[in-house]
């Protein structure tokens, strides 16, 4: 879905032919949809790194400062090689900085959660950035924000199908993961 297909879709959810009138308005809701939305369904980039350790007990890689679309870290974000890197045991995470321990080297992929492209006039006719599972929850979202101000209840209506088909489409995403459990403390072990 393009932008534009996207507008047209939320002019007819509030019953309008079109949004001329709330285009600016229009691609700054898109925006904060796409981000809201990706945070449920993250949009997840890899760097690689030739890595080799340095001087000191840590070398640190500040992944903010690499890549201008940084947003956070997934869970299990490093693998060297072949190999899963633990936080706490071979890295440690602090805002957008990896610092990873003496011992490490070779090919490092750095997973992380990166932000939307933004929506504008510019952008219009392009694909929207976002996840395909999550790609019906946008008009939902951006109806909800568009319409707060002058239709009231309709707005409340479309931010309620929102939650409840994210809810949905969630439950649909994790259905299949393995749930696992480690216990510490030695009563997991024969």
């Given at each position: 879905m393009t932008g534009k297909e996207l507008m047209e879709i939320v002019a007819q959810m509030g019953f309008a032919k079109t949004l001329d009138d709330n285009e600016p308005y229009f691609y700054q809701m898109t925006s904060l949809s796409l981000?809201?939305?990706s945070r449920h369904f993250p949009l997840v980039k890899t760097i690689t790194v030739e890595h080799k350790d340095g001087a000191e007990y840590y070398t640190e890689y500040?992944?903010?400062?690499l890549c201008d679309d940084f947003r956070?870290?997934?869970?299990k974000p490093l693998r060297l090689g072949s190999?899963?890197?633990?936080?706490?045991?071979?890295?440690?995470?602090e805002g957008s900085r990896v610092r990873l321990a003496l011992g490490h080297e070779g090919n490092l992929e750095i997973r992380y959660c990166?932000?939307?492209?933004?929506?504008?006039?510019?952008?219009?006719?392009?694909?929207?950035?976002?996840?395909?599972?999550?790609?019906?929850?946008l008009?939902?979202?951006v109806s909800s924000y568009l319409w707060a101000d002058?239709?009231?209840?309709?707005?409340?209506?479309?931010?309620?199908?929102?939650?409840s088909e994210l809810s949905e489409a969630k439950k649909e995403r994790f259905a299949h993961q393995m749930a696992s459990y480690h216990c510490g403390n030695g009563w997991d072990k024969g």
């Open positions: 981000l809201q939305i500040d992944v903010g400062a956070s870290f997934p869970e190999l899963l890197l633990q936080e706490g045991r071979d890295f440690l995470i990166r932000r939307p492209c933004k929506v504008n006039a510019d952008t219009l006719h392009k694909e929207l950035d976002i996840s395909p599972e999550a790609l019906h929850l008009p939902l979202l002058e239709r009231a209840e309709l707005a409340s209506h479309y931010l309620a199908l929102f939650r």
